[in-house]
């Protein structure tokens, strides 16, 4: 079954520091996501991307954060400057040709910074 | 207020128990989730449903547009389907808006 990974499952970071936490997506989906989940919260969303553009993100999402679909397969999500306050789970998710259909997510990466 | 709510936010069953978990929503939507969170922190669809009811094994999850409600029933509880179950609701938008979840803890 098709499915969505992310890389890397686990990272710790020092606090000022760039990341880039990785993901690839279903191969014939449309549609990309990231949201996080900061410990004992609730998943909150962060971006949209589609057709190779921003289509809608949230005030978390700041210019820290920027997203790219580089190579056609990978769609990525950046930390600048890495706050002690970014620490969550980051999940990535997919959806197939239009809206409103199925996200699929991946298991996530647990960013932890210092 | 949260857009999306959930209960309740735990729950303790023995297996075998019937169980039902509710969720609200304030906002237009256009679908409804439910999604399964292991310990491990990995979520997984269960259902997608604009209306009427859905079945996948022991998993029934309902919905009632004009109510702005959905129900996520287990039949036949078992210790493995212990996890956090949460509804999101996709509201027209690019974005799921998430309920804070119900976490589930089936004994044996």
């Known amino acids: 079954e098709p499915e969505v990974t992310q890389t890397p499952s686990h990272q710790v970071t020092q606090m000022g520091q760039e990341v880039i936490l990785r993901c690839v997506p279903i191969s014939n989906h449309l549609y990309f996501y990231w949201y996080r989940q900061i410990l004992g919260q609730k998943v909150e969303f962060l971006v949209s991307f589609y057709n190779n553009e921003i289509s809608e993100k949230s005030e978390i999402f700041d210019d820290q954060f920027s997203v790219e679909r580089p190579d056609g397969s990978n769609f990525t999500l950046k930390i600048r400057s890495t706050k002690l306050e970014d620490s969550a789970m980051y999940f990535c998710a997919s959806s197939g040709q239009g809206e409103n259909t199925e996200a699929f997510f991946g298991q996530g990466t647990r960013l932890t910074v210092v | 207020k949260n857009e999306v709510e959930q209960s309740p936010q735990n729950l303790t069953a023995q297996e075998g128990e019937f169980i039902t978990i509710n969720c609200s929503y304030s906002?237009?939507?256009?679908?409804l989730h439910w999604l399964q969170q292991h310990p491990g922190g990995g979520i997984v669809s269960l259902f997608m449903?604009?209306?009427g009811k859905k079945k996948h094994g022991r998993l029934i999850a309902t919905i009632n547009i004009q109510e702005k409600h959905s129900s996520l029933h287990i039949t036949a509880s078992h210790p493995r389907d212990s996890a956090v179950y949460i509804c999101a609701v996709d509201g027209n938008t690019d974005k799921l808006i998430f309920g804070t979840g119900t976490r589930l803890q089936v004994f044996p």
């Open positions: 449903l604009s209306s």
């Open positions: 906002v237009g939507i256009s679908a």
